[in-house]
């Protein structure tokens, strides 16, 4: 007659097996999210690069010339959308802000690489051009506004940064594609309206390129397209509008930008 199975025996392999998951997981960060990872530390490689070229006091001018903007598009620095994207004004050891690395990680979780790079890059790159290339008829205009996006250097990689979240969003159901779609629009509307610093129109770019070409790059039969559930659907795009706005607004009014688009925020 067979007694009773003790449970404790299977213990030690459950405990091996449970071990060898974790191991296999944690070798496999560096392997799927490589792109991440050399993202975030890419600025402080830059910086360091950049401080033993430049001298251990590198002067503010010589510091501007890597960064983006008219001002450097006019020196025929067209460069500069890249290596701006990576160096820090101040020439500080840095990492890539919380925010754009996350976007990062999202897309490679669900696109891999290639496509990590395309939207990281491309969308950086291409975000920055055509930013400057609809503020070109301000050039030479005296207003605030104006003077912002055609004299200002601006540096970072957060352009490409949006250029990946609006990629991933193309990967999600329409459930929670449709919401933070409106949210991240309406956010970057706002900020547009009421601050107007020289980022507050490359972003939109960013954004826009990734949203159009994450759905491009998709094959059509992969990306869900159901319909507006009502009610449920509906009260979360009620919510993502007024979460948009007003976050949007705050930011854009205690940013310290220069009253926005039409004047309408309080300028520094």
């Known amino acids: 007659m067979t007694g009773p199975i003790d449970p ?13 998951r974790i191991t296999n997981t944690i070798v496999r960060i560096p392997i799927d999210y490589w792109v991440s990872i050399c993202v975030f530390f890419a600025p402080a490689i830059a910086n360091t690069i950049a401080r033993a070229v430049l001298g251990d006091s590198p002067s503010a001018a010589e510091i501007v010339e890597l960064g983006y903007g008219w001002p450097a598009l006019d020196a025929g620095r067209w460069f500069t959308p890249l290596t701006g994207a990576i160096i820090d004004r101040g020439l500080e050891v840095s990492f890539i802000p919380g925010y754009t690395f996350f976007a990062v990680v999202l897309l490679e979780h669900k696109a891999r690489h290639w496509r990590t790079i ?14 400057l290339l609809l503020t070109w008829p301000l050039k030479g205009s005296t207003g605030p506004f104006a003077v912002e996006q ?7 990689i957060s352009v490409g940064g949006f250029a990946c979240l609006g990629a991933w969003t193309a990967y999600i159901g329409a459930p929670w594609r449709r919401p933070i779609r409106v949210a991240v629009s309406l956010y970057l509307l706002c900020q547009l309206l009421v601050s107007g610093l020289i980022f507050d129109v490359s972003h939109p770019m960013g ?18 397209r159901s319909p507006l559930r009502v009610p449920a659907d509906v009260i979360w795009l009620v919510v993502a509008v007024v979460l948009g706005i007003t976050v949007g607004l705050v930011a854009g009014w205690n940013g310290g930008g220069v009253g926005g688009l039409f004047g309408w925020g309080p300028a520094r």
């Open 8 to 20: 404790t025996i299977d213990a030690p392999s459950s405990d091996r097996t449970r071990s060898q």
């Open 118 to 131: 395309l939207f990281l890059v491309g969308g950086q790159v291409a975000g920055v051009l055509l930013g």
């Open 207 to 224: 954004w826009l390129l990734g949203v159009v070409g994450g759905q491009l790059l998709m094959r059509p039969q992969t990306i869900d």
């Open 150 to 156: 055609t004299t200002v250097i601006d540096f970072g």
